[in-house]
């Protein structure tokens, strides 16, 4: 009904990959979809909206609600439309007088156990149940109900022992079961999309209710990780956003990127007026594809916090108060204070930082703001802190420090290697996508001297976990590398065709040397050698292996090294270049990758260019009328270049994709 | 009664003696009940763990069948068939009399903890209905008098 | 002096071991040596205990015994005033056509040694020295269909299943014998369990499957028992193994685990409720893998297939409906059991003629046909030959053939409100006409009851929901017993009828 609201159609069922097309007829319309869709997602590619109360595209079809059977030519009964998969030349009917009547029948029942109080309920207008009640023409209920689950006493008066009151425990979202319809939509939402498994149906039959998880539980004390996921599935007001039930339903929205982790998810900021009234997970966006976790969904409070600077504030010297003051009086004097320091002090004396959470046209305009106003190179960003290692080791080995890959990527891994990162915590929507392909049968190896809930939790185990002795990353990586080598696992062809055969002779002869065996670093790291060597073999030839890597590669004095060492596993085993393979820095914030590509760095021009090299100064130059200055004089890079003879700077570089 | 500890050695001893399985969640489930006369709280999460589930799927698992109880019966279970072929033959006046006998209704224990009543939709005795098993034996053509089996 | 006692459920749940008990202390009393032997039923449930003495003319029946029989036995047989003669010779057993049970209540059901002296492991041999595609044209061509109730032909299953890619295969028997009135899968497991095993072995042959599954429902306890004991012994011989072997599993109290997809889900530990088809289990069955899933009955009846040929099998029976089919006959019933014959008999002939009308002597009034699921037919239908289609076309179901006599005592506006009632305790709780449908039928049958004529439309429309809108046969299927005790009972369901009287 809220389409202002909701833009995003649902299918019904999650799109089919297959690259095969099928033609059949729905309702005497010829629809061309790929082999596996179900019938009612290519009736809905059709624009033919068949009824459904269990089916949503974000997880598989169920076929519990039987709200959107249909008839098809030439077979018995009427099967259900999201459970049923296309196939050629299939007649399917979505609507006649006997559907009809089945869907009444359907709904007559579904609202025979529901409370009738549309007008003052939280969701109203932006109910399914309802919209269905509408669309399948439900007039009248002819049933005399005697068990129900929204009663709160039965017709003798007592107390209806079906009844649950709500359980209002979350913080976020209340849970209301007397409104349920119980179509497992939150459950299979918490299983395949989150990949908690904090809810469950209880019981059976007419008794089936949601649990989180015990008798004892409520939603707080249970599994539940807040992400949101079983909300947005629900298509009642039984899980519901409280400040939907607080403020009353959006009227429009914006589309936003969520400032929290690497992930960067996108939202829609939901808004009535200027008030923001939800964040939900936007069903485009490429990071999260309509998934969002705690920190995104409902910790959007600063968005209205009372501290929050609204107008631009100036003040004279840090013991003074802030002063409001307009925008033009606000740019007027931070430009005079900036020069007059540079009159005073000169030319280096001023600088600037960005965050990893601005856009990338802002950061573009800062770095510029420095070089060519300000006339130096005093231009940094928060990113130097997480990643610089990422930066310079990728640069180092892959000539770009672009992660090779996105979160789709992950989808058609076969073998996971996590270092140094629990995604599970820290970018919870990549968790529940790498966990959502684990489920799938995809091996995970852990690198990590923690034992987090990324190497064991519902239906997925780390088939190793090296718990090395922190500090040891590069001897384990390196103690990869040797067993792939000496092992003969390495991608001959790959490495011949895409790298630099020579410099691999020498690389190869370095890393096989004893002191680099399992074996002979084991009493440093810690992991045993027969672990290592079966994880290093799963890597190399588990299939498609991908690797993430996390703050606990970066933040390490031997940071870069590292990098430049899993650079080299992936090379060695030809994991780059398509995709579910590669290497993917998991980062600290949404931008990461962006504040470096725009130039963020000192010593880089936008395209990671360096700022000593006169050609490269000569564009910018050209482009902004100005002269920039060679040298950076007050800030150095950290980086840890420490010398290593893992790769050629050179020879590696000359791999791309 | 077991403390905790004990309890919890206990059910890691029955999940290693089922872990190879394809699927063991059902027989570890019907050996804790074996062992404890119900399935306590604590073994919940415990096989969750093991099996690299959620409490909250085993509970879902738990709370389906009607053979997993939450709390422990009474010191006997009479179970009294309800389905047609025993109806036939009287099912529902002799589950009548033995519920006045007894003073509970389906699924109750009696006061004293003596007895737990349950029903039941066949036992394959349906020749020689009304069926009923008491205590794990099983007995056909029963009639009220069934009661007396568990009144020591 | 060798004695048979059955183990059968039925035969101890009316003293059997309380007779054999007595008949070792008897005979120890006596100082003679006895030979004491705990064989299946033959189905004669009002003779049970049927014990049976080996004589040279052979096996005396003496039945129903209790333990104040027990010393007569000692006194020479012939006098016994329970003596019936010749088990083999009694009416009952003369007018069988007994394929799949012919070893049933014969043989020592734990003796491999008595099994291959009564024709066992011959089918098994003969599939041994066949290719996967030569067994499964065999059961095809016998026109096997599932004895479970939905009667699919086993041989298309099993050729799905053998030609389906995959490494790892199942074999799947549906043990969970939950309709009321069937028994013929608890009997067979425990009267001849190898001739379950042999059947999954030979499966496993036609579809390269190596392991096996019978799923047995929690309330066959004798069943279990014996079921795990056969395999230990088939394992000892080496029947099963490496190639091919077998866990019992136990069910867990729900009677839609009986449905096939459920009881996979159940099988792989999960709550019992029933998957969307397709995919159909022969593809992505057990853990997602190619799977036969099939009943007892369907699997027992392949041994004897292989080993008679197709054509043997195949001449029993009427119309699609070929081969034998084991009757189980219950509920008010004078002669109630197992009767295996071909297909074909009529309502009449079965209840009249078999069982002998009711046990209370009364006229019958209804038989519900195929368990909880299947429609009450009044007399009207007796002429109805027992075959699939037949009893399709009289708007009811054989199921898994048990049989629930009643007589005129019986109000059928209780059995169809039972049958609601039933739904509802069973329903797995997926699907929503089944979920909600089921307690509103209750509550809309209960309105009839008090008189509100308007409900009975309201009746008729949530069935044709049910009907028509269930996700498997449980849902589906209950407005079979529903609608039939409607339509051919509408006295039973006159509002007020107690005030015209």
Same mark, same amino acid.
């Given at each position: 009904m809220k389409d202002f609201i909701i833009p995003d159609r649902d299918f019904g069922t999650p799109a089919a990959k297959s690259k095969r097309m099928v033609t059949l007829t729905i309702d005497g319309f010829d629809v061309t979809v790929p082999e596996g869709t179900s019938i009612m997602r290519a009736a809905a590619e059709a624009g033919i909206q068949v009824p459904k109360l269990c089916a949503t595209d974000s997880v598989d079809a169920f076929g519990s609600c039987r709200l959107c059977l249909v008839e098809i030519e030439g077979r018995n009964g009427t099967p259900a439309s999201c459970t049923t998969p296309v196939a050629p030349g299939l007649k399917v009917q979505t609507q006649n007088a006997r559907l009809k009547q089945l869907r009444r029948g359907v709904m007559e029942l579904y609202i025979s156990d529901h409370p009738l109080d549309c007008?003052?309920?939280?969701?109203?207008?932006?109910?399914?149940?309802?919209?269905?009640?509408?669309?399948?023409?439900?007039?009248?209920?002819?049933?005399?109900?005697?068990?129900?689950?929204?009663?709160?006493?039965?017709?003798?008066?007592?107390?209806?022992? #079906?009844?649950?009151?709500?359980?209002?425990?979350?913080?976020? !979202?209340?849970?209301?079961?007397? @409104?349920? &319809?119980?179509?497992?939509?939150?459950?299979?939402?918490?299983?395949?999309?989150?990949?908690? !498994?904090?809810?469950?149906?209880?019981?059976?039959?007419?008794?089936?209710?949601?649990? !989180?998880?015990?008798?004892?539980?409520?939603?707080?004390?249970?599994?539940?990780?807040?992400?949101?996921?079983?909300?947005?599935?629900?298509?009642?007001?039984? #899980?519901?956003?409280?400040? &939907?039930?607080?403020?009353?339903?959006?009227?429009?929205?914006? &589309?936003?990127?969520?400032?929290?982790?690497?992930?960067?998810?996108?939202? @829609?900021?939901?808004?009535?007026?200027d008030e923001l009234v939800r964040m939900t997970p936007y069903k485009h966006g490429k990071a999260n594809r309509g998934h969002s976790c705690v920190k995104g969904r409902f910790a959007y409070g600063y968005a209205s916090h009372k501290d929050r600077i609204l107008k631009p504030m100036i003040r004279e010297a840090i013991s003074d108060p802030w002063q409001e003051v307009s925008w033009a009086e606000a740019m007027e004097f931070a430009a005079a204070k900036m020069k007059g320091i540079q009159t005073k002090y000169g030319r280096n004396s001023v600088g600037v930082i960005t965050s990893s959470r601005c856009t990338n046209e802002e950061t573009y305009l800062v770095q510029k703001l420095t070089r060519a106003v300000f006339m130096n190179n005093n231009t940094d960003t928060c990113a130097r802190v997480c990643h610089s290692p990422t930066g310079y080791g990728l640069g180092q080995t892959f000539g770009t420090s672009a992660g090779t890959q996105d979160f789709d990527s992950v989808e058609e891994a076969d073998v996971i290697m996590v270092i140094g990162a629990n995604p599970s915590a820290a970018h919870p929507v990549f968790a529940s996508r790498m966990k959502k392909r684990l489920r799938k049968g995809a091996q995970l190896i852990v690198v990590d001297p923690r034992r987090t809930e990324t190497v064991e939790g519902p239906h997925y185990k780390a088939a190793h976990h090296l718990a090395l002795t922190p500090g040891t990353n590069v001897a384990v990586v390196s103690a990869i590398a040797h067993v792939i080598v000496t092992?003969?696992?390495?991608?001959?062809? !790959?490495?011949?065709?895409?790298?630099?055969?020579?410099?691999?002779?020498d690389y190869a002869e370095f890393i096989a040397a004893p002191n680099h065996s399992p074996e002979a670093v084991e009493i440093l790291t810690g992991v045993p050698a027969e672990e290592v060597r079966k994880a290093a073999r799963l890597y190399a030839t588990g299939g498609n292996a991908a690797i993430y890597y996390g703050l606990g590669v970066t933040e390490h004095s031997q940071g870069s090294t590292t990098v430049i060492g899993i650079a080299n596993l992936a090379m060695l085993t030809g994991n780059v270049g398509r995709r579910g393979v590669g290497v993917n820095p998991l980062r600290g914030q949404n931008n990461v990758q962006g504040s470096c590509d725009m130039g963020s760095f000192p010593h880089e021009l936008p395209g990671y260019r360096h700022v000593k090299n006169p050609d490269v100064r000569a564009i910018y130059e050209n482009l902004w009328g100005v002269t920039i200055e060679a040298c950076t004089a007050r800030v150095r890079t950290s980086c840890n270049p420490i010398p290593t003879r893992t790769t050629s700077r050179r020879g590696w570089r000359r791999w791309n994709v | 009664m077991l403390d905790s500890a004990d309890l919890?050695?206990?059910?890691?001893?029955?999940?290693?003696?089922?872990?190879?399985?394809?699927?063991?969640?059902?027989?570890?489930?019907?050996?804790?009940?074996?062992?404890?006369?119900?399935?306590?709280?604590?073994?919940?999460?415990?096989?969750?763990?093991?099996?690299?589930?959620? $409490?909250?799927?085993?509970?879902?698992?738990?709370?389906?069948?009607?053979?997993?109880?939450?709390?422990?019966?009474?010191?006997?279970?009479? $179970?009294?068939?309800?389905?047609?072929?025993?109806?036939?033959?009287?099912?529902?006046?002799?589950?009548?009399?033995? $519920?006045?006998?007894?003073?509970?209704?389906?699924?109750?224990t009696t006061a004293d903890g003596r007895v737990t009543l349950e029903p039941v939709f066949c036992l394959g005795l349906c020749a020689c209905g009304p069926a009923a098993m008491v205590d794990g034996r099983l007995v056909g053509r029963c009639d009220a008098s069934v009661v007396l089996e568990v009144s020591a | 002096m060798k004695i048979y006692v059955p183990l059968d459920s039925a035969a101890v749940a009316l003293g059997a071991d309380a007779v054999a008990e007595a008949i070792v202390t008897e005979a120890a009393r006596r100082g003679v040596t006895i030979e004491l032997v705990r064989n299946g039923s033959h189905g004669m449930v009002w003779l049970e205990p049927l014990v049976e003495i080996a004589t040279d003319a052979g096996r005396i029946g003496i039945g129903p015994m209790t333990v104040a029989d %027990?010393?007569?036995?000692?006194?020479?047989?012939?006098?016994?005033?329970?003596?019936?003669?010749?088990?083999?010779?009694?009416?009952?057993?003369?007018?069988?056509?007994?394929?799949?049970?012919? +070893?049933?209540?014969?043989?020592?059901?734990?003796?491999?040694?008595?099994?291959?002296?009564?024709?066992?492991?011959?089918?098994?041999? +003969? *599939?041994?020295?066949?290719?996967? *595609?030569?067994?499964?044209?065999?059961?095809?061509?016998?026109?096997? +269909?599932?004895?479970?109730?939905?009667?699919?032909?086993t041989g298309i299953k099993w050729k799905t299943v053998s030609e389906a890619p995959g490494e790892r295969k199942y074999i799947v028997c549906n043990a969970d014998e939950g309709d009321s009135a069937t028994f013929a899968d608890r009997m067979l497991m425990e009267g001849d369990p190898f001739t379950l095993i042999e059947g999954m072995a030979i499966a496993g042959l036609a579809t390269g499957a190596a392991k096996g599954f019978v799923y047995i429902r929690s309330e066959y306890p004798v069943a279990i028992r014996i079921m795990e004991a056969a395999v230990r012994l088939a394992r000892e011989a080496a029947i099963l193994g490496a190639q091919f072997d077998i866990e019992i599993r136990v069910g867990a109290g729900a009677y839609v685990c009986g449905e096939e997809t459920s009881l996979l889900n159940s099988l792989e530990g999960k709550r019992g409720v029933v998957r969307a088809k397709p995919p159909l289990p022969a593809l992505e069955g057990f853990m997602g893998k190619p799977t036969v899933v099939n009943n007892v009955i369907s699997l027992a009846s392949v041994p004897v297939i292989l080993a008679k040929g197709a054509a043997h099998y195949k001449d029993f029976g009427l119309g699609r409906s070929r081969g034998t089919i084991p009757l189980q006959i219950a509920g008010n019933v004078r002669f109630g059991g197992?009767?295996?014959?071909?297909?074909?008999?009529?309502?009449?002939?079965? %209840?009249?003629?078999?069982?002998?009308?009711?046990?209370?002597?009364?006229?019958?009034?209804? %038989?519900?046909?195929?368990?909880?699921?299947?429609?009450? =037919?009044?007399?009207?239908?007796?002429?109805?030959?027992?075959?699939?289609?037949?009893? *399709?076309?009289?708007?009811?179901?054989?199921? =898994?053939?048990?049989?629930?006599?009643?007589?005129?005592?019986?109000?059928?506006? *209780?059995?169809?409100?039972?049958?609601?009632?039933?739904?509802?305790?069973?329903?797995?709780?997926k699907c929503t006409p089944c979920r909600i449908g089921a307690v509103r039928g209750v509550e809309t049958i209960d309105r009839i009851a008090k008189g509100d004529a308007a409900a009975i439309p309201l009746l008729t429309d949530l069935c044709s929901t049910m009907k028509s809108g269930s996700l498997c046969a449980l849902g589906g299927f209950t407005p079979y017993p529903v609608l039939s005790a409607l339509t051919h009972f509408p006295d039973d369901f006159t509002p007020a009828k107690e005030a015209a009287e």
């Open positions: 007008l003052t309920c939280s969701a109203n207008g932006d109910c399914e149940l309802q919209d269905m009640a509408g669309a399948v023409g439900l007039r009248d209920v002819r049933y005399d109900a005697v068990d129900t689950h929204f009663k709160v006493k039965n017709t003798s008066g007592e107390a209806n022992p #079906l009844y649950i009151p709500r359980d209002d425990s979350n913080p976020y !979202f209340s849970y209301d079961p007397q @409104k349920c &319809i119980v179509c497992s939509r939150c459950v299979r939402a918490c299983e395949e999309v989150q990949g908690t !498994f904090a809810l469950t149906i209880e019981g059976r039959g007419f008794d089936s209710r949601v649990s !989180f998880g015990a008798k004892t539980d409520d939603a707080l004390a249970s599994d539940c990780v807040s992400c949101g996921a079983c909300v947005a599935a629900c298509p009642t007001a039984t #899980l519901q956003e409280k400040s &939907i039930v607080e403020i009353g339903t959006p009227s429009h929205s914006v &589309i936003t990127t969520c400032a929290y982790c690497g992930v960067g998810c996108s939202f @829609k900021a939901e808004m009535r007026g092992e003969g696992l390495f991608d001959e062809a !790959f490495i011949r065709e895409r790298c630099d055969w020579d410099e691999f002779q | 919890s050695d206990r059910i890691a001893e029955i999940i290693a003696d089922h872990q190879g399985l394809e699927g063991p969640l059902l027989p570890i489930l019907h050996a804790v009940q074996a062992a404890f006369g119900h399935i306590p709280q604590p073994a919940v999460p415990q096989i969750a763990n093991a099996l690299t589930l959620s $409490k909250a799927e085993v509970h879902g698992v738990v709370t389906f069948y009607h053979d997993f109880r939450e709390a422990p019966a009474g010191r006997h279970i009479l $179970k009294l068939c309800r389905a047609e072929a025993c109806q036939a033959m009287g099912a529902d006046r002799v589950a009548g009399a033995i $519920k006045a006998a007894l003073g509970i209704d389906w699924h109750e | %027990v010393p007569a036995l000692f006194g020479g047989i012939a006098r016994h005033p329970k003596a019936l003669g010749l088990v083999e010779n009694l009416p009952w057993m003369k007018g069988q056509t007994r394929l799949t049970f012919a +070893r049933v209540g014969v043989i020592d059901p734990l003796s491999l040694a008595d099994y291959r002296a009564h024709g066992g492991m011959v089918g098994l041999d +003969r *599939a041994k020295a066949m290719s996967k *595609a030569e067994i499964v044209a065999e059961v095809t061509e016998s026109g096997l +269909r599932g004895r479970g109730g939905a009667g699919f032909p197992l009767y295996e014959t071909a297909f074909g008999l009529t309502l009449g002939q079965i %209840v009249d003629d078999i069982a002998g009308g009711t046990a209370t002597g009364r006229p019958v009034k209804a %038989v519900q046909v195929g368990g909880p699921l299947g429609a009450y =037919h009044p007399r009207s239908d007796f002429a109805t030959p027992f075959g699939y289609e037949e009893f *399709a076309g009289q708007g009811g179901l054989i199921g =898994h053939a048990g049989l629930t006599i009643f007589d005129d005592s019986a109000d059928m506006l *209780a059995q169809a409100r039972f049958a609601m009632e039933f739904c509802a305790i069973e329903s797995c709780g």
